[in-house]
């Protein structure tokens, strides 16, 4: 059993919700699929905590945007990066804060794991393109070149925070609406959205991830204690207010 998380954007008490949820189960083994920081109050606990339980992380985009100009950001996004960097920047222990830097800047793009590719945008693109639910029907051609170029049967995604699964058909799927729900059977071709820890996007305000077993692939949501990382947004003065209205709306 391998737990997939994704999008973890600063947010300790959901990231640790997570990994308490993934240890009751007894999973050993956790993939990360990038953006640990950004948006939210605690860059430095996560990277530790990710630093800590998983046994790959692959690069996102908000991870990139600490160390350079941001790219295609929107103003709260911007702020909150540079935000991130000073954070970082202004750990006192010089051990501890060259760990965290190196850490951050020497993110893989792509893990392959046994049967499986882990990217946290997309295959073509993994660390800035979007692949939404729409572009089943808006942009099917930019699905299936993902799909071309997919070597894998099964490809575990994040970027957009809004769990589900697409198929080559093209077709997507929220988790509640698979077969059985928040279950998705392997053996077809897939591209897995996990969703994100810290801040998803899909109305639902829990932490979002997944497991993946032998023949399955499960959904899982987390309850944490959001007030508590609302309060903390809304007291660094950098981190808009509006990153805590949406944490709890779930957009
Ligand atoms: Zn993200």
Redesign the pocket.
């Known amino acids: 059993m391998i737990a997939i998380i994704s999008?973890i954007?600063s947010n300790l008490e959901a990231l640790q919700a997570v990994l308490d949820d993934i240890e009751k189960r007894g999973i050993q083994r956790i993939v990360c699929l990038g953006?640990i920081v950004g948006y939210g109050p605690n860059p430095r606990e996560c990277l530790d905590l990710i630093m800590e339980r998983c046994e790959a992380c692959v690069c996102?985009n908000?991870d990139v945007a600490v160390f350079y100009e941001p790219y295609s950001f929107n103003l709260g996004a911007e702020r909150a990066a540079f935000w991130t960097r000073t954070c970082l920047e202004e750990e006192p222990n010089k051990e501890v804060r060259d760990r965290r830097w190196q850490f951050l800047g020497s993110r893989p793009v792509k893990y392959r794991g046994e049967g499986f590719l882990c990217v946290h945008g997309s295959p073509r693109k993994p660390i800035n393109e979007y692949i939404f639910a729409d572009d089943v029907f808006s942009n099917p051609n930019k699905l299936m070149d993902n799909f071309r170029r997919l070597e894998e049967m099964t490809c575990f995604v994040?970027?957009t925070?809004v769990p589900g699964v697409l198929l080559d058909d093209p077709y997507f799927d929220p988790p509640d609406e698979l077969g059985e729900p928040d279950v998705f059977e392997l053996g077809e071709r897939a591209i897995i959205n996990v969703g994100?820890v810290g801040q998803p996007r899909d109305r639902d305000w829990r932490a979002s991830y997944v497991v993946l077993k032998e023949d399955r692939v499960e959904f899982k949501r987390v309850k944490y204690d959001i007030e508590k990382t609302v309060k903390k947004i809304r007291s660094i003065g950098d981190l808009d207010d509006f990153l805590a209205e949406r944490l709890k709306e779930g957009r």
Do not use: E
Request: glycine fraction near 22%; proline fraction near 0%; hydrophobic fraction near 0%.
């Open positions: 999008d954007h953006d996102g908000h994040g970027h925070h994100s």
